[in-house]
């Protein structure tokens, strides 16, 4: 090592720096400023890595976002330690060489060292759950068809015990499998946040998000003090986020999800600058219709009085629920369908209609990121076609129940879904109605 005092400019110095993977790129400087080796060798080279005290090179978060910014600016490629080379082999055009330690680059920059092929450990295939074990529940089943079709956010209200965890843990069996394009980003959020595993290549499987009811507001939506990662709203980018027992959550926690479920990305400021994550998911909410759980129950009574109900959906404040399109009730199994066998149909036939939907959508707004609930509303509202019968209903329903303007876009895009769902290029007045009595919120919590 140089016996001289070092200095390392880290410019530019209004930059904050943070993480510890500036260490390798540091040491190499280093040995190439003591003219121990060739500078030129250095060029094109971007370096990745935390060293240890023996010169290990451990791996680190965010080596896929690297990768992609040594392509962007014209580099010849990275080195990264071994464990997250499969994470930066993704991005294309770029060498990828795996080191295990400083010296290890040093040989490879010297001529003297030849890297290995890099190790990659394929997705374990999990097994998803089919929507067919869950016994009766139609409508229930509709709903999350509508809401895979066109990325809607839904909320299950029912008694205990009425299968609403278990539907919602279906949902990823619905959705199509996620583009080029989707794992990328996916990929790279899980990346910076350090949840990926180490050797893993692209993230293929739709992400399922299931926070604890004590969740922070940081730990929702992201944030940090030295290190600011993504949040469980940005983990689900792409895919669920299931919230069991909505009203559980602290008020100021899903106050929060406002932004999110309306913008579809979050910007977490601090006096350093701000940093914007994607975060768009289908939101999967489960309650109760009341504290004790059994209102909307023909078999149990309710022991709640009128003030215990609006106290218990006082938690949750209009503009939440309002964002939440569809919100369907489930109710308490007959005995004839506890008894019986699965019936309906399984969720890979679901999961083609689905598709077909989505399909659509891609022609549509010429993006497959975007679906009804997401693309920009002058498109939607392009694309209905509405005739003299469907305007009518729709005015009808703005009088009676005195949508919002929200309410009213809402209310639009789950009939656009429930339209290419039927493969109907118009939206017709039942597909208007359809969507409408989807959403219990608008005719006055009808659950409570």
């Known amino acids: ?21 500036y260490d390798l790129a540091i040491a190499v400087a280093t040995v190439a400023a003591d003219s121990r080796l060739e500078s030129a060798v250095l060029d094109g080279w971007l370096f990745f890595g935390e060293l240890a005290l023996d010169g290990r090179v451990r791996p680190g978060r965010g080596v896929l976002p690297a990768a992609i910014a040594a392509k962007e600016n014209g580099l010849r490629g990275i080195m990264c330690p071994s464990a997250n080379a499969a994470e930066a082999a993704v991005v294309e055009g770029i060498e990828v060489i795996p080191v295990e330690s400083l010296s290890e680059v040093l040989g490879f920059l010297r001529g003297r060292w030849t890297p290995g092929p890099i190790e990659v450990h394929e997705d374990v295939i999990s ?14 089943k509709r709903a999350l068809e509508i809401a895979a079709a066109g990325g809607h956010n839904v909320m299950l209200i029912g008694p205990p015990g009425s299968g609403k ?3 919602a843990r279906r949902m990823p069996g619905l959705l199509p499998a996620m583009t080029v394009d989707e794992s990328l980003q996916v ?7 350090g949840t990926l595993p180490e050797r893993s290549g692209l993230i293929k499987t739709r992400p399922f998000r299931s926070p604890h009811q004590h969740v922070s507001v940081a730990g929702l939506i992201g944030g940090g003090a030295s290190f600011i990662r993504p949040g469980e ?8 986020l299931f919230m069991d027992e909505l009203s559980l959550y602290r008020r100021d926690v899903l106050e929060s999800l406002r932004g999110p479920l309306e913008d579809g990305r979050v910007r977490i400021a601090r006096s350093s600058g701000s940093i914007e994550f994607p975060c768009r998911f289908s939101l999967i909410a489960a309650m109760n219709p009341c504290p004790c759980g059994y209102a909307t129950d023909e078999r149990k009574t309710c022991r709640c009085s009128d003030a215990d109900v609006l106290r218990y959906w006082s938690r949750l404040s209009g503009p939440l629920l309002d964002r939440i399109d569809i919100q369907c009730e489930v109710q308490r199994l007959s005995k004839h369908e506890l008894m019986g066998e699965p019936a309906g149909e399984n969720s890979a036939a679901i999961c083609a209609r689905v598709e077909t939907a989505r399909f659509a959508q891609t022609l549509r707004y010429g ?28 005015r009808s329903f703005i009088d009676v129940l005195a949508l919002s303007g929200r309410g009213f876009s809402r209310v639009l895009r789950i009939a656009r879904t429930i339209a290419d769902l039927d493969q109907s290029e118009r939206v017709k007045a039942e597909h208007i109605g359809d969507a409408v009595c989807r959403r219990l919120t608008d005719i006055g919590k009808e659950a409570a």
């Open 1 to 21: 090592w140089p016996p001289h005092r070092i200095t390392a400019n880290l410019a530019p110095g209004s930059l904050r720096k943070q993480g510890a993977h």
């Open 127 to 140: 097994i998803v759950d089919d929507i067919r074990e869950v016994k009766g529940q139609p409508e229930a």
């Open 165 to 167: 965890t278990m539907l």
């Open 187 to 193: 990929t790279k959020i899980h990346s910076v946040a």
């Open 233 to 240: 709203v940005s983990l689900a980018h792409h895919g669920c």
């Open 367 to 394: 993006s497959p990121l975007l679906t009804n609930a997401s693309a920009p509303m002058y498109q939607v509202e392009r694309s209905l076609e509405l005739d003299a019968a469907a305007r009518d209903c729709l």
